[in-house]
């Protein structure tokens, strides 16, 4: 689920970069998201300066660089809350996120439900798609039985 660097990060629209620079940028997005890269070392590694590179990314991505990297951040995070049982809170800090807070209004923005939604609707797409397999339904069966 994670976006493809030839995409737009919001309306999937297919980008081209026509400047070889912005489609490194890309790609050494892609490959390390989750890794602290600073607008500043990326301006620097391509002898930019970091208005230059927001200037071309933004004019060719159609979005800023900041921007495209939450989402990729987002996008890896919804994927990790949808398929593991990985503690929501662990999942924002692997994902790059220190403040919960900002985690969880850029979540509700972008996908447009809160991190536990998500999870909880995951959880029953699982259980409808195969009701009789995983502990979610050994686990509704055992409350049952108790009552």
């Known amino acids: 689920m994670t976006p493809d660097p030839s995409k737009n990060g919001s309306a999937g629209v297919p980008v081209a970069p026509a400047d070889p620079r912005i489609r490194r940028v890309l790609v050494a997005l892609h490959n390390k998201y989750l890794s602290p890269l600073s607008p500043e070392q990326i301006a620097s590694s391509l002898n930019l300066s970091q208005s230059r590179l927001a200037h ?44 919960s807070g900002r985690f969880a209004s850029d979540f509700k923005r972008e996908f447009g439900m809160s991190p536990s939604e998500c999870r909880a609707r995951a959880v029953a797409d699982r259980a409808l798609a195969d009701p009789l397999s995983g502990s979610d339904f050994r686990m509704q069966t055992a409350k049952s039985v108790q009552r």
Do not use: D, P
Request: charged share 30%.
């Open 56 to 99: 071309l990314f933004r004019q060719q991505v159609g979005t800023s660089l900041t921007r495209y990297v939450r989402r990729l951040r987002l996008a890896e995070a919804r994927k990790l809350i949808e398929t593991t049982t990985e503690r929501i809170q662990q999942i924002e800090v692997r994902c790059g996120f220190n403040h």
